[in-house]
Each structure stands twice: as structure tokens, then as C-alpha cells.
């Protein structure tokens, strides 16, 4: 069974205040790890694709890495914009359509 | 560009009701998707559809019908609905395997 365990539950920082946010995963051969935003009743805002360990993506103050067990999602100089709840959520290989495995989510508060 | 629809956004029901939740897209994505979102569950998966005529039942399914007669159309029916199934709804679709998936803005389902 594909689990993924997203730590920490909520996390509090300062603006400019960097840090990172953990996804640790298993699943019986990846397809793909999905790094997914939501604001407060909104459906979920996709942020990055990762498909093989090593692989790193980026986009404005945000930095998301895989390796075999887990993935992280660095957020440089944080604003206040960037508070949201982040979903991490894979894809396996002999899985049918396009099921997805979400954790519950890192909920991401930027104080100005 | 509409992206997902979703309607309603809100609906209260008493238990043994029936109702239909709807989405569209507008993206000719092939493949879609069904999830409830609870607190301290995250994001499960109900049923999916890979194509027109084809849909298969996901984690949730119990209590559920889905029907997909049009590549743009994938509505979610509640038979009889419970308390247990008062949660927030999103419907979700993407290109094919391995591509992220574009979510809608969810419908709000209480039920009484």
C-alpha cells in the first residue's frame, strides 16, 4: 500500500525566514511525487512534478528535491503570500488512471 | 480558460437524500478523478474515469456512483446520503499518467 507522511503539521515562520517542508514516501515503484498548494477554500494549485531521485525543480522561493524515501519542498525568504497548506502526493508505476496518494498536508503560516 | 468546474460550491442535505455533484473541463483531459478531503485524512480517492465509458472505483467508493458519457462531463452521485459523507469534494483531471492534475474548486457537502 502507497503511504505518504508529511511533516511537520503545521509550521510557523518569519518573513525572510527560511526552511523546508518533508514528504517521506513509499510506494511500490514511482511514476511521479506531485507538490500541490491550497489556500483556505480553494481546491488544490499545482506546484511541481518530480520523477526520479536527484531531480530538483524550481519556481520563484520555491525548491522541491526527491531522493528514493523522500522529497522536500525548500522555501527561500518566505512572504506572507506564501502561507498555504502544502500537499505532497505520489503516483505508482503500475497504478491505473491517474490515482494519486496525498499526505495530509504541511500547513505553512508566514508572518509579516 | 474555465480549467474545472464544480457545482454547487455548498449544499446541505438531509440523510437519505440524493443528490448529484457536477464537474466539467474544459481541457479534453482524458482522464478524471473523484476525491473527498476530510481533516486529518487528507485528499482520498473515490473514482476516477481514464476515457468516456470507462470508470473504476478508487480507495472510497462505498455510497458513490459515477457515469462518464462525455470526455468534459464527470458527475459524482450520492445515492442515500449519510452524515459520514459530509466532507468537502473535489473533482480533479489530467492529460494522461504521470502528468499533474488540475483540481476544482470543491463543493461543500453537509449532511444533516
Known amino acids: 500500500e502507497d503511504q505518504v507522511t508529511q511533516s511537520p503539521e503545521a509550521l510557523r515562520l518569519q518573513e525572510g525566514e527560511s526552511s523546508s517542508l518533508n514528504c517521506s514516501y513509499t510506494?511500490?515503484?514511482?511514476?511521479?511525487l506531485f507538490w500541490y498548494r491550497q489556500d483556505p477554500g480553494k481546491g488544490p494549485e499545482f506546484l511541481f512534478t518530480?520523477?526520479?531521485a536527484g531531480e530538483e525543480k524550481e519556481k520563484e522561493r520555491l525548491k522541491a528535491t526527491l531522493t528514493k524515501k523522500e522529497s522536500f519542498l525548500h522555501i527561500t525568504a518566505p512572504k506572507p503570500e506564501d502561507s498555504a497548506t502544502y500537499l505532497c502526493?505520489?503516483?505508482?508505476?503500475?497504478?491505473?488512471?491517474?490515482?494519486?496518494?496525498f499526505g495530509e498536508g504541511t500547513q505553512l503560516t508566514v508572518n509579516p | 480558460n474555465a480549467g474545472v468546474t464544480q457545482t454547487p460550491k455548498f449544499q446541505v442535505l438531509k440523510t437519505g437524500q440524493s443528490m448529484t455533484l457536477q464537474c466539467a473541463q474544459d481541457?479534453?483531459?482524458?482522464?478524471m478523478s473523484w476525491y473527498r478531503q476530510d481533516p486529518g485524512m487528507g485528499l482520498r480517492l473515490i473514482h476516477y474515469?481514464?476515457?468516456?465509458?470507462?470508470?473504476d472505483q478508487g480507495e472510497v467508493p462505498n455510497g458513490y456512483n459515477v457515469s462518464r458519457s462525455t470526455t468534459e462531463d464527470f458527475p459524482l452521485r450520492l445515492l442515500s446520503a449519510a452524515p459520514s459523507q459530509t466532507s468537502v469534494y473535489f473533482c480533479?483531471?489530467?492529460?494522461?499518467?504521470?502528468?499533474?492534475?488540475?483540481f476544482g474548486d470543491g463543493t461543500r457537502l453537509s449532511i444533516l
Open positions: 510506494v511500490s515503484g514511482l511514476r511521479g
Open positions: 502526493a505520489v503516483q505508482a508505476q503500475e497504478t491505473s488512471g491517474s490515482r494519486l496518494t
Open positions: 481541457m479534453n483531459h482524458e482522464y
Open positions: 518530480l520523477y526520479s
Open positions: 480533479a483531471s489530467s492529460y494522461s499518467h504521470g502528468r499533474p492534475q488540475h
Open positions: 474515469s481514464v476515457g468516456a465509458g470507462i470508470t
